[in-house]
């Protein structure tokens, strides 16, 4: 009989990046009108072309108290493009009510 040794699944994780320096824009909660706005311009230009209004999206919805893996995953910018603009949207549609 043979027996075969298996090394420990290890759980490696990404570095955390620092995060981006807040303008008074950011600082500020969007009203629907502006998310609409944004969101239309995400679907038409991708995410990172708005990376400012992510980030105003994600602090916002952090403030809310929103659902805090879709913030992880707008705030990321190594995710998936297609996930971001989902994400921004959810949390756009969220911030709007």
């Not at 239309?40 to 893996?69: C, M, S, W, Y």
């Amino acid at each position: 009989m043979t027996m075969f040794a298996t090394a420990p699944a290890v759980i490696t994780r990404r570095p955390i990046e620092a995060r981006p320096v807040l303008t008074d824009r950011a600082r500020t909660a969007p009203d629907a009108k502006t998310l609409m706005h944004w969101g239309f311009a995400v679907d038409n230009d991708g995410i990172t072309a708005h990376e400012e209004a992510a980030l105003v999206v994600a602090n916002a919805a952090t403030r809310q108290g929103l659902k805090p893996i879709l913030i992880d995953i707008l705030a990321d910018r190594r995710e998936p493009s297609v996930a971001r603009q989902r994400a921004f949207g959810r949390l756009a549609l969220a911030l709007s009510r």
